[in-house]
């Protein structure tokens, strides 16, 4: 069987529910939070986690998880009732000086870095087939 992005039927043929609406109020805040440049916001199918202030390598910032229950079906909106979260709080590492640090000791010891030059590269080609499937609505094969 064919996908729909394939030419195969469409999986879903009927209305979906409408998107959820907010008021001015809760866009603006939510405007100045991404203008500020201080989030990063990760969904799954089980959850969502919430980090303000973690970006440029900030020890200050702060992370929170929320799950769903288990047995719950998926929500695309990742509504979260019910709770303040479960706080994640991960020791402050610098991505960039840790990189390095690894980078230099493998080089002392003769030995492979933790995240091969393979790997980056590889990482590079799947980000850059994310883009391009994104332009030409197709699925790419890596």
């Known amino acids: 069987m064919k996908l729909a992005i394939d030419g195969g039927p469409k999986a879903v043929t009927n209305m979906l529910a409408g998107w959820p609406s907010f008021s001015e109020t809760a866009i603006r805040a939510v405007e100045a939070v991404l203008r500020?440049?201080?989030?990063?916001?990760?969904?799954?199918?089980?959850?969502?986690?919430?980090?303000?202030?973690?970006?440029?390598?900030?020890?200050?910032?702060?992370?929170?998880?929320?799950?769903?229950?288990?047995?719950?079906?998926?929500?695309?909106?990742?509504?979260?009732?019910?709770?303040?979260?479960?706080?994640?709080?991960?020791?402050?590492?610098?991505?960039?000086?840790?990189?390095?640090?690894?980078?230099?000791?493998?080089?002392?010891?003769?030995?492979e870095p933790a995240v091969s030059a393979r790997l980056g590269v590889h990482s590079q080609e799947v980000l850059a087939a994310c883009y391009r499937s994104a332009k030409t609505f197709k699925r790419i094969t890596l």
Do not use: C, H
């Not at 200050?60 to 719950?72: I, K, S």
């Not at 695309?76 to 590492?93: C, E, F, L, M, S």
């Not at 990189?99 to 080089?107: D, G």
């Open 36 to 111: 500020s440049g201080k989030v990063n916001y990760w969904t799954g199918s089980r959850g969502s986690i919430l980090a303000e202030g973690t970006i440029g390598q900030n020890p200050a910032g702060r992370m929170t998880a929320f799950l769903a229950e288990p047995g719950a079906a998926y929500d695309a909106a990742q509504r979260r009732t019910g709770n303040g979260g479960i706080a994640i709080d991960p020791p402050a590492v610098n991505t960039y000086r840790a990189e390095i640090e690894e980078f230099s000791a493998a080089v002392l010891a003769g030995r």
